[in-house]
């Protein structure tokens, strides 16, 4: 089953605005990744934060996470075409022999 | 350094046939995951390798099998191949079980 939930499912915005993506988990986590993917290709993985952050940088792109409500969010700003892909949030286990489990994605469509 | 390499890219088989998938790692990183991302399912845990051992399973039936190499590596064999096994097979790797997973390019697999 998805530990992980993205909303919206499909997000279709202009070159140089922003992009906001949610993920929304059940369990207790270590960790919560983010993954690009294109046409159906491998995963690009875009960033990691641990359940002691609160908030992560990288590039254009910002992660908070709020453990209490057991949700995160991905920031891409200035949106550019070749952002368009299918954006998964990943959350790591707490303990055990538990795996990284994957929403079913947000969709972004950028348009020049 | 090289990223996560799998093959082969595309294959295409038959009903009943049998298949067998490869993945190598990152170098240094002990742990190898399966992922199966059929269309509109999202990606969905299919096994999970460490250090030679089968740590954790997806809710698969028994004809999806694997192993992992000393050095590392990994096989996906799946057998008596179903139509519904047509999908995208992502392998990823990582350190060990609570850090970046790192994915290859997948292998698709069309049943026929």
């Known amino acids: 089953s998805q530990q992980g939930e993205e909303d919206p499912q499909a997000l279709s915005i202009q070159e140089g605005e922003n992009a906001t993506m949610n993920c929304s988990y059940k369990?207790?986590?270590?960790?919560l990744q983010w993954y690009r993917q294109n046409s159906g290709r491998g995963l690009v993985h875009l960033i990691l934060i641990r359940s002691n952050e609160r908030e992560k940088h990288s590039g254009r792109l910002r992660v908070t996470l709020d453990t209490s409500k057991k949700s995160s969010s991905l920031l891409i700003t200035a949106s550019r075409a070749a952002d368009t892909a299918s954006y998964f949030c990943a959350t790591g286990p707490n303990s055990g022999y538990s795996t990284l489990t994957f929403g079913k994605g947000t969709m972004l469509l950028v348009s020049p | 350094e090289a990223g996560v390499t799998q093959s082969p890219t595309h294959l295409i088989k038959t009903r009943g046939q049998q298949v067998t998938l490869r993945c190598s790692p990152i170098?240094?990183?002990?742990?190898v995951y399966w992922y199966q991302q059929a269309l509109g399912l999202g990606l969905q845990f299919l096994l999970w390798y460490d250090e030679g051992e089968e740590r954790n399973r997806g809710n698969f039936p028994p004809r999806f099998s694997g192993r992992q190499f000393p050095n590392y590596s990994s096989e996906l064999n799946v057998n008596a191949l179903e139509l519904e096994d047509s999908a995208l097979y992502l392998c990823?790797?990582?350190?060990?079980?609570?850090?970046?997973?790192?994915f290859g390019q997948g292998t698709r697999l069309t049943v026929v």
């Open positions: 369990t207790s986590i270590n960790n």
């Open positions: 990823a790797s990582s350190l060990e079980g609570r850090t970046e997973a790192f």
């Open positions: 170098s240094g990183h002990t742990s």
